[in-house]
Nanobody, 119 residues
Framework: QVQLVESGGGLVQAGGSLRLSCAAS????????MGWFRQAPGKEREFVAA????????LYANSVKGRFTISGDNAKNTVNLQMNSLKPEDTAVYYC????????????WGQGTQVTVAS
């Protein structure tokens, strides 16, 4: 089992930046593929970005490509999401998730952190 806790959300003006962090307890995150997802009011949860420690690969949704950066900090056992040039449509609850090496789904989820971008 791995427990995930997100932090760093808040209110920011359009064009601003926020840095989300996902801290883990119970397991070393480098064993997992890590992802960030978000859910806006009235919408389904959507994929934002993913990071694989094994191959150092990253993947982004088209809507955030070039603005968001996902990274892992092995020493702190955290995964971060740097969000720049934020837009009002980025407003959502952001969730951190982990997928095991042999799993095809993200099995572990944090509680989420609210990001609100004011126009």
């Amino acid at each position: 089992q791995v427990q995930l806790v997100e932090s760093g959300g808040g209110l920011v003006q359009a064009g601003g930046s926020l840095r989300l962090s996902c801290a883990a307890s119970g397991r070393t995150l480098s064993r997992y593929t890590m992802g960030w997802f978000r859910q806006a009011p009235g919408k389904e949860r959507e994929f934002v970005a993913a990071f694989s420690w094994n191959v150092g690969a990253t993947l982004y949704a088209n809507s955030v490509k070039g603005r968001f950066t996902i990274s892992g900090d092995n020493a702190k056992n955290t995964v971060n999401l740097q969000m720049n040039s934020l837009k009002p449509e980025d407003t959502a609850v952001y969730y951190c998730a982990a997928r095991g090496a042999v799993s095809t789904t993200f099995d572990y989820w944090g509680q989420g952190t609210q990001v609100t971008v004011a126009s």
